[in-house]
T-cell receptor, first 117, second 118 residues
Framework: AQSVTQPDIHITVSEGASLELRCNYS??????LFWYVQSPGQGLQLLLK??????LVQGIKGFEAEFKRSQSSFNLRKPSVHWSDAAEYFC???????????????FGQGTILTVHP | DAGVTQSPTHLIKTRGQQVTLRCSPK?????VSWYQQALGQGPQFIFQ???????QRGNFPDRFSGHQFPNYSSELNVNALLLGDSALYLC?????????????????FGPGTRLTVL
C-alpha cells in the first residue's frame, strides 16, 4: 500500500529565508509524486509533479523539489520565502493509471508554513 | 475555461440526515474523484467515477455513494450522517495523459464543500 509521511506539522520561517519541507513516501514501484498547496478555506493547487526523468523538478511560484529514490524522499524547497507563501503544503503519491490504480492520490498530513515578516 | 466547480460551498446538517454534494469537472475531463479532508488532515480518497461507473473506492462505508452523469458531472451522497463526517469534501477531475505504462490521470481540484454535521 502506498503512504506518505510529512514529518513536520508546522514550520516557521522569516521572510526571505530559505525553505525545505520534507516528504517521505512508501510505494512498491517508481511513484508519481506531487506537491500541492492549500490556502485557508481553499482547494488544492498543484505546485509541481515528478513522473520520470530529471530528479530535480521546477514548479510554480519559485518552488522546486528533488526526487531521491535511495531515501524515498521528495522534499520541497524554495530559496527565498515570501509572506504570500504562508499556507498548508501537502505531498502526495499517485499510482500509475492502468491495472487497478487509476491514479488515486494518497496524501501526507500536511505541513503548515508560517512566514514572519 | 472554468475549472472544477463544486456546490454548495458550505452546508450544515444534523446527525442522521442525508446530503448530496455536486461537482462539475473541468472542460474536457471525463473522470471525477472525491476526497474527504477532515480538519488538520490530508485529503483521503473516497472513490472515482469514470464512464458513469464507480471505478475505484477507498476505505469508506457504504453510506458514501456517488453518481456520474453523461455530461461527466458527479454527485457525492452521504446517508445517515455522523458527527465524524464533518469535513471539507474535495472533487478532482482528470483526464488520462501519457501513453501505456507512463500514463496518469492528472487531477485538478475544486474549491471544496465544507460540510458541518451537528
Amino acid at each position: 500500500a502506498q503512504s506518505v509521511t510529512q514529518p513536520d506539522i508546522h514550520i516557521t520561517v522569516s521572510e526571505g529565508a530559505s525553505l525545505e519541507l520534507r516528504c517521505n513516501y512508501s510505494y512498491g514501484a517508481t511513484p508519481y509524486l506531487f506537491w500541492y498547496v492549500q490556502s485557508p478555506g481553499q482547494g488544492l493547487q498543484l505546485l509541481l509533479k515528478y513522473f520520470s526523468g530529471d530528479t530535480l523538478v521546477q514548479g510554480i511560484k519559485g518552488f522546486e523539489a528533488e526526487f531521491k529514490r535511495s531515501q524515498s524522499s521528495f522534499n520541497l524547497r524554495k530559496p527565498s520565502v515570501h509572506w504570500s507563501d504562508a499556507a498548508e503544503y501537502f505531498c502526495a503519491v499517485g499510482a500509475r493509471a492502468g491495472g487497478t490504480s487509476y491514479g488515486k492520490l494518497t496524501f501526507g498530513q500536511g505541513t503548515i508554513l508560517t512566514v514572519h515578516p | 475555461d472554468a475549472g472544477v466547480t463544486q456546490s454548495p460551498t458550505h452546508l450544515i446538517k444534523t446527525r442522521g440526515q442525508q446530503v448530496t454534494l455536486r461537482c462539475s469537472p473541468k472542460s474536457g475531463h471525463d473522470t471525477v474523484s472525491w476526497y474527504q479532508q477532515a480538519l488538520g488532515q490530508g485529503p483521503q480518497f473516497i472513490f472515482q467515477y469514470y464512464e458513469e461507473e464507480e471505478r475505484q473506492r477507498g476505505n469508506f462505508p457504504d453510506r458514501f455513494s456517488g453518481h456520474q452523469f453523461p455530461n461527466y458531472s458527479s454527485e457525492l451522497n452521504v446517508n445517515a450522517l455522523l458527527l465524524g463526517d464533518s469535513a471539507l469534501y474535495l472533487c478532482a477531475s482528470s483526464l488520462l495523459v501519457g501513453i501505456g505504462r507512463t500514463s496518469y490521470n492528472e487531477q485538478f481540484f475544486g474549491p471544496g464543500t465544507r460540510l458541518t454535521v451537528l
